[in-house]
């Protein structure tokens, strides 16, 4: 057993490339992951509904000041036929994800979540829109979310501060998650690895904030460059260590539910189940419509960008079920 409540401990396996110490920690942190969820892998149907953004982060595709993304935003009635389409191949779980748009204020979102709620009563809905102010946290509560995504990006602030533009700040980041978290949401935390300029260091305090936080959910993917950002000629996060910090994140908040990322399955043809393996139990297929797949494009190379529904899910479920786990639909809420 690893003791994690050691810094030592945690920097050593951050670090690490000893395939022994390696291997050990991922069969600690599958160990973890079967104590609580047995061998089931959560399904979670995302639909990514709008790539405006006001924000300007250095990383990311969709940026403001990316003039080469070709925007768009969904309709209700769009976003609605999503949901159809996951419920017939039996989700249970809608993840809307967007840039912070300012056309979805508080009454637009609270409408298409209430719409949801009201023809999926037995649904959970996430959403994952950025940074609010908790009155509006509090009515997309109301009208029927039950779980946020936030990702913290990074737990450091100077690193926080060359990601991002100074009109960000990681504190209210943090206050965010911990009002949402407060007011009753089931809150996802997360971070990328290898993001530019991101030290050993950095990672242990994503850890600690990981700790402090104790979330329900926690994302973590790589870091991968974006053709059109400032950031592009970095190099992209390793999928080695991606892993380990999947591991670590396991071994930290043993309930959590882990998505095997996107992003992973992008830098490796196998990376979301190596993320199963080592210690992840939820997949995100996509529901988007495919016309609008390739626009929301993060991060260059993006998977699953020309795929219908129907067909991610089934190539997920088999991909899940030759990996050794099993592919479970209900609502998949935290142990
Ligand atoms: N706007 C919402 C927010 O800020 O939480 C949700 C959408 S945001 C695009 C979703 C996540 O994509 C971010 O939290 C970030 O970690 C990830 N992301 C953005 N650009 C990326 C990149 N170049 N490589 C890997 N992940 C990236
Ligand atoms: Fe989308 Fe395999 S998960 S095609």
Redesign the pocket.
Known sequence: MFDVTKDDVLLNLITTDDQNVTEELFAEARENRKEYYGTKVYFRGLIEFTNY?K?D?L????RRSNKNAERYRLTKEQILNCCRKGNLLGYKTFVL????DPYYDDDRLTEIIAAIHAEFPDSAITV????RSTESYEKILKAGAARY???H?TANNEHYGKLHPSSMSLSNRKKCLFELKKIGFQVGA???VG?PYQTPQNLLEDLHFLRELNPQMI?I??????AD?P?KDFA??SLEQTLRMVALARLIVPQALIPATT?LGTINPFGREKALNAGANVVMPNLSPVEYRKLYA??DNKICTGDEAAECFMCMQNRIKKAGWTPDLCRGDAA
């Open positions: 953004c924000n982060c990383y990311c595709g969709i994800q967007g840039g912070e994952s829109v950025g940074e995504l936030l990702r990006e997360g971070f990328m993001s994302g993917g790589p870091f991968i460059p974006q950002t950031l992209q996060g992003a993060l991060y």
